[in-house]
């Protein structure tokens, strides 16, 4: 088991035996839930060029990027 220390912005790096183990590259999305009073993260499998998503995800992800841009300001 390894430790992190969480950063000023919530930020945590993963270490690198985990990343590479798991295939977490940069760039790579994580999905990331508290469940029993843990945080789950799960790497996301990136989109293949061409490949789509339904209406309600492309909502799901504009929704998510405009308040990443929102806290980031």
């Given at each position: 088991?390894?430790?992190?220390?969480?950063?000023?912005?919530?930020?945590?790096?993963?270490?690198?035996?985990?990343?590479?183990?798991?295939?977490?590259?940069?760039?790579?999305?994580?999905e990331i839930e508290a469940k029993d009073g843990e945080i789950v993260l799960k790497p996301l499998l990136?989109?293949?060029?061409?490949?789509?998503?339904?209406?309600?995800?492309?909502?799901?992800?504009?929704?998510?990027?405009?308040?990443?841009?929102?806290?980031?300001?």
């Open positions: 088991m390894s430790k992190v220390r969480v950063k000023r912005k919530g930020q945590v790096t993963l270490p690198l035996e985990l990343r590479s183990k798991l295939g977490i590259e940069e760039g790579a999305i994580l990136p989109l293949e060029a061409g490949q789509s998503v339904g209406e309600e995800e492309h909502r799901r992800i504009i929704e998510e990027l405009e308040d990443l841009r929102r806290r980031w300001r």
